[in-house]
């Protein structure tokens, strides 16, 4: 059953997908109207599913579950992931590298190579104020708070 992202509780299960490229707005429209059909007939065990899904800074695609009606089972899971691959393959991008993180630096947003982020803080390709994105958190709520930390305190940033 579908609900807006924004709707979902602090408490709602995440899955964060990073696309390898940022999307135009007519792949934005696409992502957004597909992910409402199929959170719209997302299940589990032949249960509705509560969820909703975004593409946020036209470069993420976010699925979220508010589990405390009914929670996610292996099959469902399934079912997003083939959704997220369906979606990558549809609009010719890659959802599932995780070797590159998304850097947002001032207004510029980019996506480079985890293994290179080092090396760009001390060469100043990247400033001390650029964010980068945890896009491993559980939940909705650490989402809002833990999402986009400081390169230099990011799991990647080699110190």
């Known amino acids: 059953m579908f609900t807006p992202f924004n709707d979902l509780p602090s408490h709602a299960r995440v899955w964060i997908y990073q696309a ?5 707005d007519t792949q934005v429209s696409v992502l957004e109207n597909a992910g409402r059909e199929f959170a719209e007939t997302w299940t589990a065990h032949q249960q509705a599913l509560l969820a909703g899904v975004a593409v946020l800074q036209h470069l993420f695609l976010v699925i979220g579950l ?20 369906e979606m990558g393959r549809r609009l010719d991008v890659n959802f599932l590298d995780r070797m590159s993180v998304a850097v947002k ?3 510029s947003l980019r996506i480079v190579k985890g293994a290179d982020l080092s090396g760009m803080v001390e060469s100043g390709s990247v400033t001390s104020h650029a964010v980068t994105f945890n896009n491993l958190v559980g ?13 230099k305190e990011s799991w990647v940033f080699d110190r």
Not at 20 to 24: A, F
Not at 67 to 83: H, L
Not at 141 to 149: A, D, H, P, Y
């Open 66 to 85: 508010d589990e405390s009606a009914s929670g996610a089972s292996g099959c469902s899971i399934d079912a997003s992931a083939k959704f997220v691959r």
């Open 20 to 24: 390898d490229r940022l999307l135009d």
């Open 139 to 151: 939940t909705k709520g650490q989402m809002e708070t833990e999402w986009e930390v400081p390169v």
């Open 105 to 107: 630096d001032g207004k």
